[in-house]
C-alpha cells in the first residue's frame, strides 16, 4: 500500500498456548487469553491480564493509524463529502397517533435528534418530548432505545444504552411538567409498554450472563421498583422475550422468540392485577406472529407453511387447533409481515426475490399489489400507528432513487410522495444505473445480484474496481437500497454489488433452510460464484474486486478468503463473527444458546467437525491472504470483541506475502459503531480510504 510508513513493524502478540479437546479431538488456541469479562473491562488498571489485552489492543490501533498515515487526507475529505450530503436542518414526515403528530427533527451540527409532537395540527405549538443532544452529555457512546407514550398522552417511558452492549436503562417523563422521575430501572431490554391505567408499566429484565431479556415484570408508576410484580419468566435461554402493546390498544402481549419457534402471552390492556394468557402453545420449528383486529387475532404463521400463511381465530380460543386459514401457503411467495387497520389488512411479500406490499380489504373481496415500476428496488411499512384510517405509509429506495415515503390510499389506490430523501449538493438519479443478474451456483441454483455504477465511469471493454457486499444468515435478504454514503465509490469509478446469497430468504423459506446449519458451505460458495459471475462478465477482474461484510457477513468474508484467497484484491470484515467453534462450545457468552439452531451445537460431534470445516479463525493457516481490514467494537455484545482480536493475532503470525493487515477497534462503542449522527462516517471514510489507496497501489 502507499504508506510513508513502510518500515513500520506490525505488533506481535504473545502466545499462550491453550489446549481444548472435545470430542477426543484437541485444538490449542494461542491467543485464548484474550478474553476479558465485563469487570476485567472496568478495572484495566488493576488486572493484569486485562492491562495485557488493552495494550495489544493499543499497538494494532497504532498500527493502523501509522501505517494509513497516508490516507488521513483522503479520510477528511470523504468524511466531509459523506456528511455534506447530508440535509443538517431536517425532519421527518409526522405521523398521527392519538391526538398528535409525532415526528424526528434534526439541528445544523448536532449529532443527535430531537424528538417533538403537535397536538391535533400541524400548525399547533411544538412540544419537545426528547433531546438525544442533551441527553448524551457526558457519554462517548448514547443510543435511545424505545420511546413509549401513555394512553393519556401524559407520560413518556424511555430506554438509553450509555455503553453500546444494548444493556438499557429505563426512565419516565412527565410530559406535562418536563421532569423526569429521580429513580430508573436497569439492565432491561429495550421496549416497554403501558397499561390502560397510564400508570402501570410492563418491561423486561435481562439476564446479567447471557444479555437475554427473560423476566417480564409489572411495574406501578411511583412505587419501589423491589416491589415489581414478575408476570413471566422465560427459562429457556434459547429465546429472547419481550413486551408490546398491540396497535389496536386492546393488549397487552409478552413475546418469546427463538431461531426456529416462538410464542406470545397475552392480557387485556384493561386487567393491570390479572395473569397474562398463553395465546398458543409453544411447539417445536413454529415461529408465527399475532395482530389484534376487532373480534379476532390475525396469525401469521409458518405452520405447514415454510413460506408462511395468513390465519384468523377468535378472541375466545386463539390456540393453533381453532385457527382459520385465510390466505394459504404457496411455494414461490413468501409472506414476510402484515399490518392490520380496522379495514385493511396489508402484506409484505417476497415475489421473484423482491419485495412488494399487498393490500387486501377487511372482507377480502379484493386484494392488489402496489404497482413499483422498476426492475430491481425495495419497499416496506412505514410507522403506521393508527388502527383506524384508509392510509398506508411506506417506503420505496433503490439502488438509484433515495428513500422515498409515500402515504397510500387504500380504497382510492392513490399514492402521494410526502418526502424524498434529500442529498445535498445535488444527485441526479439519471447519472447511474443499476442492474439485476441471476448467476448459477456450483449446484445450479439461482444467485440474484444487484449492482450500481456511475454511467459516465462504466468502461465495458476493462475491468473496474467492484466491492461486492453479502451477509446470507438468519434469513435476512438484502433488498436493493440507495445509500448516499456509497456515492464517494461510485463517483471514484467503483461497481457496488449485492448478492443475495443462501441463508438469506430471497427465494422464500427453503433459500434460508439451504444456508445454515449443515448447508453453511452454500452461502460461502455462493459469495464465491458471485464474484467469479462478475469477473466472467467483465465487471471486474481479481485484480479489482474487493469483498464486504459486516458481522455474520464479516464470518462469511472470513470463510471466502481462506477459500479463495487469491480471488480478492482487499477485504473488510466488520464486527466479524469468526470463531464459531470455540463460541458454540461456551454457553456463557452471551447469545451462544440463541444462536445453536442457526450455527449447530457444536457439543454435538456432527455439528463440530462441519463448523471446524469452515471457521474462519480455526482455518487460519500459512497463506497469502488479501489485504484485510478489520474493524471491531470493545463492548460489542453481540460478537466479543475478542473473536476479531484473536482472528488478527492469528492471521498476523501465519501472514504471507506483501499485502496489509488492519484491526480497527472502537473502543467507545459495541456492535454499531459509534453512535449519533455524523461520527459514523469516519469509519466510512476510513474503509473507503483503505479501499482506495489499494486501487492506487495497482495504478
Known amino acids: 500500500m502507499n504508506s510513508c510508513s513502510q518500515d513500520i513493524n506490525p505488533p506481535i502478540a504473545i502466545k499462550k498456548p491453550h489446549k481444548m479437546i472435545e470430542h477426543e479431538h484437541e485444538r490449542n488456541d494461542d491467543y485464548y487469553w484474550m478474553r476479558l469479562t465485563d469487570a476485567q473491562k472496568r478495572d484495566t488498571l488493576y488486572d ?148 390502560n391505567d397510564n400508570s402501570t408499566v410492563y418491561y423486561t429484565l435481562q439476564n446479567q450472563t447471557t444479555l437475554n431479556p427473560e423476566k417480564v415484570y409489572r411495574h406501578i408508576l411511583g412505587s419501589n421498583i423491589k416491589e415489581d410484580k414478575l408476570v413471566y419468566h422465560e427459562e429457556d435461554g434459547d429465546y429472547w422475550s419481550g413486551v408490546y402493546r398491540s396497535k389496536s390498544g386492546a393488549y397487552i402481549v409478552i413475546y418469546s422468540e427463538g431461531h426456529s419457534s416462538s410464542d406470545y402471552q397475552i392480557i387485556r390492556a384493561d386487567d393491570t392485577i390479572g395473569d397474562f394468557m398463553n395465546f398458543s402453545k409453544r411447539q417445536k420449528n413454529h415461529k408465527y406472529a399475532i395482530a ?196 464517494s465509490m461510485l463517483d471514484r469509478g467503483f461497481i457496488f454489488a449485492i448478492a443475495n446469497i443462501r441463508g438469506s430468504q430471497i427465494f422464500g423459506r427453503q433459500s434460508y433452510e439451504d444456508g445454515k446449519l449443515l448447508n453453511k458451505k452454500n452461502t460461502f460458495n455462493d459469495f464465491i460464484d458471485a464474484g467469479k459471475f462478475l469477473i466472467d462478465k467483465n465487471y471486474t477482474d481479481k485484480e479489482h474486486l474487493f469483498c464486504y461484510g459486516g458481522s455474520a457477513g464479516g464470518l462469511l468474508i472470513g470463510a471466502v478468503i481462506n477459500m479463495e484467497p487469491q480471488m480478492w484484491k482487499g477485504a473488510i470484515a466488520s464486527v466479524p463473527f469468526v470463531d464459531v467453534v470455540t463460541t458454540g462450545l461456551d454457553p456463557s457468552i452471551p447469545l451462544t444458546t440463541y444462536e445453536w439452531v442457526e450455527w449447530g451445537d457444536p457439543r454435538e460431534k456432527e455439528y463440530y467437525n462441519y463448523m471446524l470445516s469452515y471457521s474462519p479463525y480455526d482455518q487460519v493457516n500459512k497463506k497469502e491472504y488479501p489485504n484485510l481490514l478489520v474493524t471491531a467494537g470493545f463492548y460489542d455484545s453481540s460478537v466479543q470483541y475478542w473473536e476479531p482480536l484473536k482472528w488478527v493475532a492469528k492471521l498476523r503470525a501465519n501472514w504471507g506475502g506483501e499485502n496489509e493487515l488492519y484491526l480497527h477497534m472502537n473502543m467507545d462503542a459495541g456492535h454499531y459503531g459509534k453512535s449519533g449522527r455524523f461520527r459514523k462516517y469516519r469509519e466510512y471514510a476510513l474503509e473507503y480510504a483503505f479501499l482506495l489507496a489499494l486501487t492506487e497501489k495497482n495504478n
Open 292 to 487: 389484534h383486529s376487532k373480534d379476532k387475532f390475525y396469525i401469521l404463521t409458518n405452520l405447514n407453511a415454510p413460506n408462511n400463511r395468513l390465519m384468523e381465530t377468535s378472541l375466545m380460543n386463539t390456540d393453533h387447533s381453532n385457527w382459520k386459514e385465510v390466505i394459504p401457503h404457496r411455494n414461490e411467495e413468501q409472506i414476510l409481515e402484515m399490518e392490520v387497520f380496522a379495514n385493511h389488512l396489508v402484506l409484505n411479500e417476497r415475489v421473484n426475490g423482491l419485495s412488494v406490499l399487498r393490500v387486501i380489504n377487511e372482507s377480502f373481496r379484493e386484494d392488489y399489489y402496489i404497482d413499483f415500476k422498476e426492475e430491481a428496488y425495495s419497499s416496506w411499512m412505514s410507522r403506521n400507528r393508527e388502527f383506524n384510517t384508509n392510509s398506508l405509509r411506506y417506503i420505496y429506495t433503490s439502488m438509484t432513487v433515495p428513500s422515498s415515503t409515500y402515504d397510500y390510499h387504500m380504497d382510492k389506490k392513490e399514492k402521494i410522495l410526502l418526502k424524498k430523501q434529500e442529498i445535498i449538493g445535488g444527485y441526479l438519479e439519471g447519472d447511474y444505473r443499476s442492474e439485476r443478474f441471476y448467476a448459477n451456483s456450483r449446484d445450479g441454483k439461482k444467485i440474484p445480484i444487484s449492482i450500481v455504477y456511475k454511467k459516465s465511469l462504466r468502461d465495458s471493454t476493462a475491468p473496474q474496481n467492484l466491492i461486492l457486499y453479502g451477509y446470507g444468515a438468519y434469513g435476512d435478504t438484502e433488498d436493493p437500497y440507495f445509500s448516499s454514503t456509497r456515492l
Open 48 to 195: 493484569s491480564q486485562a492491562e495485557a489485552v488493552i495494550n495489544y489492543i493499543n499497538m494494532e490501533n497504532r498500527f493502523t493509524k501509522k501505517k494509513l498515515a497516508s490516507t488521513n487526507e483522503l479520510q477528511n475529505q470523504l468524511f466531509d463529502e459523506m456528511v455534506n450530503r447530508i440535509k443538517k436542518d431536517d425532519q421527518t414526515v409526522p405521523y398521527f397517533k392519538n391526538g398528535y403528530f409525532y415526528y424526528t427533527r434534526y439541528e445544523k451540527e448536532k449529532e443527535y435528534a430531537i424528538y417533538c409532537r403537535k397536538k391535533g395540527k400541524l400548525e399547533a405549538l411544538e412540544e419537545v418530548i426528547l433531546d438525544e443532544n442533551k441527553l448524551s452529555k457526558g457519554h462517548s457512546y448514547f443510543s435511545l432505545g424505545a420511546r413509549v407514550i401513555s394512553p393519556n398522552n401524559e407520560w413518556l417511558a424511555y430506554t438509553v444504552d450509555t455503553i453500546g452492549r444494548t444493556m438499557y436503562t429505563l426512565y419516565f417523563k412527565n410530559l406535562n411538567t418536563d421532569k423526569t422521575l429521580e429513580y430508573f430501572i436497569s439492565n432491561v431490554e429495550s421496549n416497554v409498554a403501558w397499561a
